[in-house]
């Protein structure tokens, strides 16, 4: 019943910015806890940032820190990562996810529904 579509990705120098987004589908958003996670060639899907439901919580993996930001507008069932200092270990493609829980998870499992990704290539 929930679709989400990802936008926003696309080739980047090392240090530059992207903006993805995520639109969302469904009667529920404001309830929904909302991921980011990201699978490069040759690894395993990984846990990029998570917001709860409210935006009280938010969760980020380690190589990320500092770098990226989530966000969301409710209002507009949108949710947003703003990735600054890209480097070339970012370019993966990115998809977003939502689960019903409404907690910023870090384990894809948690979530219900995914987008079908965006790729992100970050050049040297």
């Known amino acids: 019943q929930v679709q989400l579509v990802e936008s926003g990705g696309g080739l980047v120098q090392a240090g530059g910015s992207l903006r993805l987004s995520c639109a969302v589908s469904g009667r529920t958003f404001s309830s929904y806890g909302m991921g980011w996670f990201r699978q490069a060639p040759g690894k395993e899907r990984e846990f990029v940032a998570a917001?709860?439901?409210?935006?009280?919580?938010?969760s980020y993996a380690d190589s990320v820190k500092g770098r990226f930001t989530i966000s969301r507008e409710n209002a507009k069932k949108t949710v947003y990562l703003q990735m600054n200092s890209l480097k070339p270990e970012d370019t993966a493609v990115y998809y977003c996810?939502?689960?019903?829980?409404?907690?910023?998870?870090?384990?894809?499992?948690?979530?219900?529904?995914w987008g079908q990704g965006t790729q992100v290539t970050v050049s040297s």
């Open positions: 996810a939502a689960g019903t829980t409404g907690w910023a998870s870090l384990i894809r499992l948690e979530y219900d529904y």
């Open positions: 917001i709860s439901w409210s935006s009280d919580s938010t």
